[in-house]
């Protein structure tokens, strides 16, 4: 019995997992208070699933939902300045 085999080369090379680059790591520290910011806007969301939103969690959101803006803003206003950024 003949085993069955592709006989075509990889259309791509396999990439060993090198993790990610620098640039890449870069990106993600200069986006991580906007990353922490909406995690707490997260949480906020999450703690009033399950019962009826009192006015400290009402609060507590709009709170979060404003520190989520002002990075988002921070974040847009930082990037706009360099090579290649959003105009």
Do not use: W, Y
Not at 43 to 70: F, G, K, Y
Request: proline share 6%; aromatic share 0%; net charge positive.
């Amino acid at each position: 019995m003949k085993p069955i085999v592709a006989r075509q080369n990889l259309v791509t090379a396999a990439v060993p997992d090198a993790g990610p680059t620098a640039a890449e790591l870069d990106a993600i520290d200069r986006e991580m208070p906007l990353i922490l910011a909406e995690v707490d806007l997260l949480d906020a969301q999450i703690m009033t699933l399950d019962r009826p939103a009192s006015e400290l969690d009402v609060r507590r959101v709009r709170r979060a939902r404003n520190r989520v803006m002002a990075a988002r803003r921070e974040l847009t206003n930082r990037t706009t300045g360099t090579v290649g950024g959003a105009a």
